[in-house]
């Protein structure tokens, strides 16, 4: 008689109602992973979460860099058939400005969503991973290049970019690989509102893109997904720009 299959290890993914983060949450159910999700819009969570194929799912309304919300997140997954597989730290804000006068408080929530979320997450996944594990941390273009008005973003961005090298480092001896992702412009609920404000301007950003386009959330969620899984066995330490090449241009065209 065939042995039976082990159940895919459970994942656990940050601003998961919309964007990326659903693509993402969405990508690994499709997989077969159950998928806690944590967002602070519990309705658009819920509805997010009852169209991701499999089961198992669970929704988690909740702070994104709060020790409790997320060491919730991650013991609902330890405690599934395979245990804690990957967690995914997505969720993010923007708030664009001059550096001069950029409020204190905007620069603290800045940080403490992207950069402490991504640390505190991290900690709390890592710690019920016994026998290894995948942290797939978001990073930004804007992380490695320069943006005007939007420095504090850039700034929490690099933090991620060091965070993930630093625990790579540290935590290969655990079994636990650390990598990032660095979207440029992809075509999410958040861009839409930047190019209806006018924040960003879209000819101006696609000059800037050799591909000519704008990503979408589920390509990211590819690469996500071959960096939590065991596709990416041998890789950490990493930050891959997904982008159409902006990183790579020289000269806009």
């Known amino acids: ?22 693509a993402i949450a969405a990508r690994f159910a499709d997989a077969g992973h159950p998928v806690v999700g944590v967002d602070l819009d519990g309705d658009r969570l819920g509805a997010a979460v009852a169209d991701w194929p499999g089961r198992g799912h669970v929704a988690i309304t909740g702070d994104a860099a709060s020790a409790d919300d997320l060491a919730d997140a991650c013991e609902r997954a330890a405690a599934t058939p395979s245990g804690l ?6 969720a993010g804000h923007a708030k664009a400005g001059d550096s001069l006068d950029y409020a204190a408080e905007d620069w603290d ?19 019920r991973m016994p026998s290894g594990g995948a942290l797939v941390l978001m990073s930004s273009i804007n992380g490695m290049r320069g943006f005007p008005r939007r ?8 933090g991620v970019a060091g965070l993930i090298r630093g625990l790579a480092a ?6 636990i690989r650390v990598n990032g992702i660095a979207p440029g412009p992809i075509k999410t609920e958040l861009s839409a509102e930047f190019l209806r404000r006018g924040v960003i301007d879209e000819q101006e950003f696609l000059a800037r893109v050799p591909m000519d386009r704008f990503g979408l959330p589920a390509e990211v969620a590819e690469l996500a997904f071959f960096l939590g899984t065991p596709l990416a066995s041998y890789i950490t330490g990493t930050v891959v720009p997904i982008d159409g090449g902006w990183s790579v241009q020289g000269v806009a065209g």
């Open 1 to 22: 008689m065939a042995e039976a299959r082990r159940p895919a290890p459970a994942v656990v993914v940050t601003g998961a109602a919309q964007g990326i983060g659903a």
């Open 85 to 90: 597989g990957t967690f995914v730290a997505n």
């Open 109 to 127: 929530r800045l940080l403490r969503v992207h950069l402490t979320g991504a640390m505190v997450g991290a900690q709390q996944a890592a710690a």
């Open 151 to 158: 420095t504090a973003y850039g700034a929490a961005k690099a």
């Open 170 to 175: 540290e935590w290969a001896s655990r079994g």
